[in-house]
């Protein structure tokens, strides 16, 4: 239908429409008829057009006119309207909100002066103008002395917000000459005032959100006065959901500047948002500069580069000397990029401020550190946590340069003092984080992280470290510490064991090195602790991977020297407890090579020790741990012996123990595992007594205990290790009490988990002993129900990975003895064949 | 960071120098398209910005802002809307293709634009008709893509299009009522 000339005929006649009904649109009644038939004659069709158009015009209601995309907010207003009794003036200025008019109202016939401000916005729907009343009334209530009252506020005719404020004839705070001409001390005083004014207004529980100079009146006589408290959060508040995230946005883009880095990708402002530009405002009023390069950025792009960049220190700037070392840490404080490692409070930023003034310690300084690290591992993101591992690197790194500075320098007491000052803090971040870390779940992949770049500077200091005794010692200890991050078994691991393995052997040459050196017995015995406890990281390791022999060579050292130590002093109490996990530790080595009777001498031992060091000291709850394991040992090797009911006794103690612990410590990830790993030890052994519903109802309880831990994160493989096995030795007592349906569904989901943990850590034995063990046991159940093809199967798959583990040299006794059990079956099942 | 051109090329195209506009339009859609990318990379919904930050962004980026009147942002706003018209539009599209399986990645535009998703049908209908009301005025076509795609006012329509105020209401009024017809009609027959 559209050829060229016939669109040129639709587009006249279509203009010709447009005339007619621009304007029957303001006519009714007879004078549209009259139109009508004036303009259209005879032409009805034409006629037809205009009135279905006019029809159209009726219904369209709003139609179209919520834009799709608003990008000016609305129409224009302006000076000279009478908005409600106001009548508005002049323009006072203009935000990304909207404007602000020096307005009039007469109040007994008086004109007086408010502050009237449009709020630009897109349509309110009926339940955001509930909650802009709400809000509204929340401000009318909040007077300070520091804060520009609200007067009133409403709905403008084409539905835009308005509120109305006392008007202050004061300057804003970037414009005014006031706070130049002060010396710092006073603008301090300033900044507490508006500090105060902030703090109070948090206290009613109305956050600022666009805290910034222009939004700071300085009045003459140097007062201040806050504008726009809670605007921004009205706005938000006013806005559906979609409305608030364009809000939150077109207002940052037009400051940016002195916004929190969260409400520049759109978040809400909250309290710790007013300390960000609180200390934007600190900033300002010390040098005048911005604390890093804002030139003509986005918000993403400012975002992205607050992120990145630290906020170079005031003093920095500054043309006189006063703005030094606290300034520089509260301003830094405050302006973390992250709201939880800033100022908790206005207050707390604003005491920092008083105790700067009054020449008290800050607690920015001392503490910042410390705080900051427990907030990044609470926060538990990987990122931050590399953010940490930077840090840690940057000031191993500083401290290498110091020290390097060092030799070249003449001033070498200073160098040397500084030098040990980093050090420290290096080997504090590496504990406090890595500490922090191992109390909580699904940080592992965080530790991974802090430890990769950790070693990197280690090994770099270690090659300038030769000749240092002090310094190679504290390099054994980050190494050791790096060793422990991803897997020493027994902690937290995510099955890095090799690499483990690599740091503490690390730490055991340079121990060792240092050992050989001269020096005063106290500070050998010191060393040859050191020494001790990395030979039994080591032992713990080789363990894992399956080398018994070179496990026990290791425990045994560790055993030999910590012996010698309290034999030199029989009433030390770290000294028992190391001979008492010495004697454990190589306790479990022999159970793995088959030399039980060594075992049962060896764990009896260790659980008098146990006994002693409790009852020497009941409060302390590594002792009652080490004393529940002791049971726990003591329990199997019995169960080994066939000794049950003694062995029962041990587990039953060994569960009072840690049922006492974890109710001290609800929620805490390592106590709920310890009960987890207490009640699956029960259970197992009630199964091999004969007890097949105690165990159900133990092993159900353990697998209800760890479940969450394995869920919160698939990495950590400690715990998911342990789901594992709760429902393997829960899916045998089943199997024993008859339900072997169940049983063998459970035990397949099982044998999955398994291989994937396997899988992930081929370096561990175990891991794959375990596989074998759920195969073996899908083998019994098997048998059970007799089907005997399938159990043939099974038994020959674990058979296949026990002989591979054989091969590797990586067997151990338990796997031998299963090995020939499982022949026995095989046998058994060849026998019935025909 | 900003581009000096753009800016330039906003006050030859205010003054009249209509080839300006040639010029000025790849960069601001090149811009635009770089940016959406880059909204749409931001996989989290909390990072989501919408389609006005989008433009925002990309103005501040592209004009120097201490050189330029109302007039020019206006004019810069003109251009963005016949690429957030597309944009808007594409996506509509991209959610229904998505429906009929597949387009993860149209799915992922609705975050990043934050159009609410009731609204794609009407988006897409009423670009057809915006397209059959082009053929027969395109100006008036362009108003209420105008007024409608970013929200440009009145007057600030009429300084893009260099009309006077009162042919941008006249139309505005007579393009709705068209277009309300239109979308009407279609629906009754569909």
Same mark, same amino acid.
């Given at each position: 239908?559209?050829?060229?000339?016939?669109?040129?005929?639709?587009?006249?006649?279509?203009?010709?429409?447009?005339?007619?009904?621009?304007?029957?649109?303001?006519?009714?009644?007879?004078?549209?008829?009259?139109?009508?038939?004036?303009?259209?004659?005879?032409?009805?069709?034409?006629?037809?057009?205009?009135?279905?158009?006019?029809?159209?015009?009726?219904?369209?209601?709003?139609?179209?006119?919520?834009?799709?995309?608003?990008?000016?907010?609305?129409?224009?207003?302006?000076?000279?309207?009478?908005?409600?009794?106001?009548?508005?003036?002049?323009?006072?200025?203009?935000?990304?909100?909207?404007?602000?008019?020096?307005?009039?109202?007469?109040?007994?016939? %008086?004109?007086?002066?408010?502050?009237?401000?449009?709020?630009?916005?897109?349509?309110?729907? +009926?339940?955001?103008?509930?909650?802009?009343?709400?809000?509204?009334?929340?401000?009318?209530?909040?007077?300070?002395?520091?804060?520009?009252?609200?007067?009133?506020?409403?709905?403008?005719?084409?539905?835009?917000?308005?509120?109305?404020?006392?008007?202050?004839?004061?300057?804003?705070?970037?414009?005014?000459?006031?706070?130049?001409?002060?010396?710092?001390?006073?603008?301090?005083?300033?900044?507490?005032?508006?500090?105060?004014?902030?703090?109070?207004?948090?206290?009613?529980?109305?956050?600022?959100?666009?805290?910034?100079?222009?939004?700071?009146?300085?009045?003459?006589?140097?007062?201040?006065?806050?504008?726009?408290?809670?605007?921004?959060?009205?706005?938000?508040?006013?806005?559906?959901?979609?409305?608030?995230?364009?809000?939150?946005?077109?207002?940052?883009?037009?400051?940016?500047?002195?916004?929190?880095?969260?409400?520049?990708?759109?978040?809400?402002?909250?309290?710790?948002?007013?300390?960000?530009?609180?200390?934007?405002?600190?900033?300002?009023?010390?040098?005048?500069?911005?604390?890093?390069?804002?030139?003509?950025?986005?918000?993403?792009?400012?975002?992205?580069?607050?992120?990145?960049?630290?906020?170079?220190?005031?003093?920095?700037?500054?043309?006189?000397?006063?703005?030094?070392?606290?300034?520089?840490?509260?301003?830094?404080?405050?302006?973390?990029?992250?709201?939880?490692?800033?100022?908790?409070?206005?207050?707390?930023?604003?005491?920092?401020?008083?105790?700067?003034?009054?020449?008290? +310690?800050?607690?920015?300084?001392?503490?910042?550190?410390? %705080?900051?690290?427990?907030?990044?591992?609470?926060?538990?993101?990987?990122?931050?946590?590399?953010?940490?591992?930077?840090?840690?690197?940057?000031? =191993?790194?500083?401290?290498?340069?110091?020290?390097?500075?060092?030799?070249?320098?003449?001033?070498?007491?200073?160098?040397?003092?500084?030098?040990?000052?980093?050090?420290?803090?290096?080997?504090?971040? =590496?504990?406090?984080?890595?500490?922090?870390?191992?109390?909580?779940?699904?940080?592992?992949?965080?530790?991974?992280?802090?430890?990769?770049?950790?070693?990197?500077?280690?090994?770099?200091?270690?090659?300038?470290?030769?000749?240092?005794?002090?310094?190679?010692?504290?390099?054994?200890?980050? %190494?050791?510490?790096?060793?422990?991050?991803?897997?020493?078994?027994?902690?937290?691991?995510?099955?890095?064991?090799?690499?483990?393995?690599?740091?503490?052997?690390?730490?055991?040459?340079?121990?060792?090195?240092?050992? !050989?050196? +001269?020096?005063?017995?106290?500070?050998?015995?010191?060393?040859?602790? !050191?020494?001790?406890?990395?030979?039994?990281?080591?032992?713990?390791?080789?363990?894992?991977?399956?080398?018994?022999?070179?496990?026990?060579?290791?425990?045994?050292?560790?055993?030999?020297?910590?012996?010698?130590?309290?034999?030199?002093?029989?009433?030390?109490? +770290?000294?028992?407890?190391?001979?008492?996990?010495?004697?454990?530790?190589?306790?479990?080595?022999?159970?793995?090579?088959?030399?039980?009777?060594?075992?049962?001498?060896?764990?009896?031992?260790?659980?008098?020790?146990?006994?002693?060091?409790?009852?020497?000291?009941?409060?302390?709850?590594?002792?009652?741990?080490?004393?529940?394991?002791?049971?726990?040992?003591?329990?199997?090797?019995?169960?080994?012996?066939?000794?049950?009911?003694?062995?029962?006794?041990?587990?039953?103690?060994?569960?009072?123990?840690?049922?006492?612990?974890?109710?001290?410590?609800?929620?805490?990830?390592?106590?709920?595992? !310890?009960?987890?790993?207490?009640?699956?030890?029960?259970?197992?052994?009630?199964?091999?007594?004969?007890?097949?519903?105690?165990?159900?109802?133990?092993?159900?309880?353990?697998?209800?205990? =760890?479940?969450?831990?394995?869920?919160?994160?698939?990495?950590?493989?400690?715990?998911?290790?342990?789901?594992?096995?709760?429902?393997?030795?829960?899916?045998?007592?089943?199997?024993?009490?008859?339900?072997?349906?169940?049983?063998?569904?459970?035990?397949?989901?099982?044998?999955?988990?398994?291989?994937?943990?396997?899988?992930?850590?081929?370096?561990?034995?175990?891991?794959?002993?375990?596989?074998?063990?759920?195969?073996?046991?899908?083998?019994?159940?098997?048998?059970?129900?007799?089907?005997?093809?399938?159990?043939?199967? %099974?038994?020959?798959?674990?058979?296949?990975?026990?002989?591979?583990?054989?091969?590797?040299?990586?067997?151990?006794?338990?796997?031998?003895?299963?090995?020939?059990?499982?022949?026995?079956?095989?046998?058994?099942?060849?026998?019935?064949?025909? | 960071?900003?581009?000096?051109?753009?800016?330039?090329?906003?006050?030859?195209?205010?003054?009249?120098?209509?080839?300006?506009?040639?010029?000025?339009?790849?960069?601001?859609?090149?811009?635009?398209?770089?940016?959406?990318?880059?909204?749409?990379?931001?996989?989290?919904?909390?990072?989501?910005?919408?389609?006005?930050?989008?433009?925002?962004?990309?103005?501040?980026?592209?004009?120097?802002?201490?050189?330029?009147?109302?007039?020019?942002?206006?004019?810069?706003?003109?251009?963005?809307?016949?690429?957030?018209?597309?944009?808007?539009?594409?996506?509509?599209?991209?959610?229904?293709?998505?429906?009929?399986?597949?387009?993860?990645?149209?799915?992922?535009?609705?975050?990043?634009?934050?159009?609410?998703?009731?609204?794609?049908?009407?988006?897409?209908?009423?670009?057809?008709?915006?397209?059959?009301?082009?053929?027969?005025?395109?100006?008036?076509?362009?108003?209420?893509?105008?007024?409608?795609?970013?929200?440009?006012?009145?007057?600030?329509?009429?300084?893009?299009?260099?009309?006077?105020?009162?042919?941008?209401?006249?139309?505005?009024?007579?393009?709705?009522?068209?277009?309300?017809?239109?979308?009407?009609?279609?629906?009754?027959?569909?």
């Amino acid at each position: 239908m559209t050829g060229p000339t016939e669109q040129a005929e639709h587009a006249a006649r279509w203009q010709r429409v447009k005339q007619i009904l621009d304007r029957a649109l303001n006519l009714t009644g007879d004078d549209l008829t009259a139109h009508l038939d004036a303009e259209c004659g005879s032409d009805t069709a034409l006629r037809e057009e205009v009135l279905s158009l006019l029809d159209a015009n009726d219904d369209a209601g709003t139609f179209l006119e919520d834009a799709a995309v608003d990008i000016t907010k609305g129409p224009a207003a302006g000076a000279g309207r009478r908005i409600g009794p106001y009548q508005l003036q002049s323009l006072l200025g203009q935000g990304g909100m909207g404007e602000v008019y020096l307005s009039t109202r007469e109040v007994d016939g %008086y004109p007086m002066q408010v502050a009237l401000k449009l709020i630009r916005h897109s349509a309110m729907t +009926p339940r955001s103008l509930r909650r802009f009343r709400l809000e509204r009334q929340i401000l009318a209530r909040l007077h300070h002395s520091g804060i520009t009252s609200l007067l009133d506020g409403g709905i403008t005719d084409e539905g835009v917000p308005f509120l109305v404020t006392e008007f202050v004839d004061g300057t804003a705070l970037d414009k005014s000459p006031v706070p130049e001409s002060m010396p710092l001390a006073q603008r301090l005083e300033m900044f507490l005032a508006i500090c105060d004014a902030v703090s109070f207004a948090h206290r009613h529980l109305v956050v600022h959100g666009d805290l910034k100079p222009g939004n700071i009146l300085v009045t003459a006589d140097g007062k201040i006065k806050l504008l726009d408290f809670g605007i921004s959060r009205l706005m938000h508040s006013s806005g559906d959901t979609t409305e608030q995230r364009t809000g939150g946005t077109t207002q940052l883009a037009m400051t940016p500047a002195w916004t929190s880095p969260e409400q520049l990708i759109g978040q809400q402002a909250v309290t710790a948002s007013d300390v960000y530009s609180l200390g934007r405002v600190l900033y300002f009023l010390l040098c005048r500069q911005s604390p890093i390069p804002i030139e003509r950025m986005t918000p993403i792009q400012l975002h992205d580069a607050l992120k990145e960049t630290s906020p170079r220190p005031p003093s920095s700037w500054a043309d006189d000397g006063d703005v030094e070392g606290d300034l520089d840490n509260i301003a830094a404080t405050a302006l973390e990029f992250e709201p939880a490692d800033r100022y908790p409070s206005v207050d707390a930023l604003a005491e920092d401020i008083r105790a700067h003034l009054t020449s008290r +310690p800050i607690s920015a300084r001392p503490h910042t550190r410390r %705080y900051r690290l427990q907030k990044f591992v609470r926060r538990n993101r990987a990122g931050v946590i590399g953010a940490a591992a930077v840090l840690l690197a940057l000031v =191993i790194g500083l401290g290498l340069a110091v020290w390097q500075a060092r030799i070249a320098q003449r001033n070498y007491e200073r160098a040397e003092r500084r030098f040990q000052e980093l050090r420290r803090l290096a080997s504090n971040l =590496i504990s406090e984080t890595d500490d922090a870390l191992a109390r909580l779940p699904g940080a592992t992949p965080a530790r991974a992280a802090l430890v990769r770049s950790s070693l990197e500077y280690l090994d770099g200091l270690a090659d300038e470290a030769k000749g240092d005794p002090r310094l190679r010692e504290e390099l054994a200890n980050a %190494y050791e510490k790096t060793g422990d991050v991803p897997g020493r078994p027994g902690t937290l691991n995510l099955g890095q064991i090799t690499e483990a393995l690599q740091s503490y052997r690390k730490a055991e040459s340079i121990r060792r090195a240092v050992l !050989a050196a +001269p020096a005063p017995e106290t500070e050998r015995d010191r060393r040859e602790e !050191a020494l001790a406890n990395t030979l039994m990281r080591i032992g713990s390791i080789l363990r894992a991977t399956g080398d018994a022999q070179a496990a026990l060579d290791a425990d045994r050292g560790a055993l030999e020297m910590r012996r010698k130590l309290l034999d030199r002093s029989p009433n030390s109490v +770290p000294r028992l407890r190391n001979v008492a996990s010495s004697l454990t530790a190589a306790s479990t080595t022999l159970s793995t090579m088959g030399a039980f009777r060594g075992v049962l001498e060896l764990r009896g031992e260790a659980l008098r020790v146990y006994e002693q060091l409790v009852k020497a000291n009941p409060s302390s709850e590594e002792d009652r741990q080490g004393l529940a394991l002791a049971h726990v040992r003591m329990g199997s090797i019995l169960v080994h012996e066939k000794e049950y009911a003694d062995a029962l006794k041990h587990y039953h103690q060994q569960l009072a123990i840690q049922k006492q612990l974890r109710s001290a410590h609800p929620g805490q990830a390592q106590f709920e595992i !310890a009960l987890s790993q207490s009640y699956l030890h029960l259970g197992n052994a009630q199964r091999i007594a004969g007890d097949a519903k105690g165990a159900v109802q133990s092993l159900a309880e353990s697998q209800r205990i =760890i479940e969450p831990f394995a869920a919160a994160d698939p990495n950590e493989v400690r715990s998911r290790t342990l789901l594992a096995t709760a429902k393997h030795r829960l899916a045998q007592a089943r199997a024993a009490l008859g339900q072997t349906d169940e049983a063998s569904r459970a035990l397949r989901s099982v044998l999955e988990e398994r291989l994937l943990l396997a899988e992930r850590n081929p370096a561990n034995a175990g891991a794959r002993g375990e596989v074998a063990e759920t195969l073996s046991a899908l083998g019994d159940v098997a048998m059970k129900v007799k089907r005997h093809e399938d159990a043939g199967r %099974y038994y020959q798959g674990a058979l296949d990975i026990f002989v591979e583990l054989k091969k590797e040299g990586r067997s151990n006794f338990a796997n031998e003895e299963e090995v020939q059990r499982i022949n026995r079956q095989l046998a058994a099942i060849a026998k019935r064949k025909p | 960071m900003y581009s000096p051109d753009v800016t330039q090329l906003l006050h030859q195209w205010s003054s009249g120098n209509r080839n300006a506009l040639d010029n000025l339009t790849p960069v601001v859609y090149d811009e635009l398209r770089r940016l959406a990318a880059i909204y749409l990379s931001r996989e989290r919904s909390d990072h989501t910005l919408q389609a006005t930050a989008l433009v925002h962004e990309a103005y501040m980026k592209l004009v120097d802002q201490k050189n330029v009147r109302w007039q020019n942002r206006a004019h810069f706003f003109g251009i963005a809307a016949q690429m957030i018209r597309r944009i808007l539009v594409d996506h509509a599209r991209g959610v229904r293709a998505a429906k009929r399986g597949g387009g993860a990645m149209a799915l992922s535009l609705d975050e990043a634009l934050g159009v609410s998703e009731k609204r794609d049908l009407e988006i897409e209908a009423l670009d057809d008709a915006l397209e059959a009301l082009a053929k027969i005025d395109p100006q008036q076509a362009r108003v209420v893509e105008m007024r409608f795609f970013t929200g440009l006012s009145i007057e600030e329509t009429a300084e893009v299009l260099g009309i006077s105020d009162s042919t941008v209401k006249r139309d505005w009024v007579s393009a709705k009522a068209w277009l309300f017809r239109e979308l009407s009609r279609r629906k009754s027959d569909a």
